[in-house]
């Protein structure tokens, strides 16, 4: 089935440097969503992906889905404080929106 | 509108004790899935429910049950509760591929 591996873990941050968490996959994936779960929060829907090489942006987020559709990608320009959290991507296999598979997330802290 | 809520938002109880956690999806919403977040980790799936029905299971043992009720509310119950039942539990509504997390139950096993 498909699983989905993130990295890295962690990340700490100076505010105002750039992040990037990876997504990886040995199968190829039918979509890819990305999730910010806030310390003792519960997760957020941030957008899906489901085309080869396709990129959206959100303000300083930007979201990639590759070519193979084995792997994505979230880069945040400029991080803020209220960046801090951990961010998942997950994937439903089936296209239903009823069963995600997560990643393990990557946990960001940002120091003012 | 409201979001997902769940109820309790905490829980201690001791092993091999039951528990039942209750979930009501978003207005409108069909869909009902359960996920186990323990600390440190992503969710993990346990079952989806969409109009009255199991649409899917996870890896999880028989202890593990749920159920969806005709307002489209649901019902997660563990029995002979373990110490490696302490988590989060959330419950999630789904509209058109997307889900939306409740706030979540804080399962704590003694």
């Known amino acids: 089935g498909q699983q989905v591996m993130q990295i890295p873990q962690y990340q700490h941050v100076q505010e105002g440097e750039d992040f990037t968490t990876y997504c990886n996959s040995s199968t190829t994936l039918s979509n890819i969503q990305w999730y910010k779960q806030r310390p003792g929060g519960h997760p957020v829907f941030l957008i899906q992906?489901?085309?080869?090489?396709e990129v959206k942006k959100q303000k300083r987020l930007t979201f990639q889905f590759g070519e193979a559709k084995k792997n994505s990608s979230l880069h945040i320009t400029a991080t803020q404080t209220t960046d801090v959290g951990t961010y998942f991507c997950a994937v439903d296999p089936y296209n239903q929106g009823g069963k995600l598979i997560f990643g393990q997330g990557t946990e960001l802290s940002v120091k003012p | 509108d409201a979001g997902v809520t769940q109820s309790p938002t905490h829980l201690i109880k001791t092993r091999g004790q039951h528990v039942t956690l209750r979930c009501s999806p978003i207005?409108?919403?069909?869909?009902v899935s359960w996920y186990q977040q323990v600390l440190g980790q992503g969710p993990q799936f346990i079952f989806q429910y969409y109009e009255k029905e199991e649409r899917g299971r996870g890896n999880f043992p028989d202890r593990f049950s749920a159920r969806q009720f005709p307002n489209y509310s649901s019902e997660l119950n563990v029995n002979a509760l373990l110490l490696g039942d302490s988590a989060l539990y959330l419950c999630?509504?789904?509209?058109?591929?997307?889900?939306?997390f409740g706030p979540g139950t804080r399962l704590l096993v003694l």
């Open positions: 992906l489901v085309k080869s090489g």
């Open positions: 207005s409108g919403h069909k869909s």
């Open positions: 999630a509504s789904t509209l058109a591929g997307t889900q939306y």
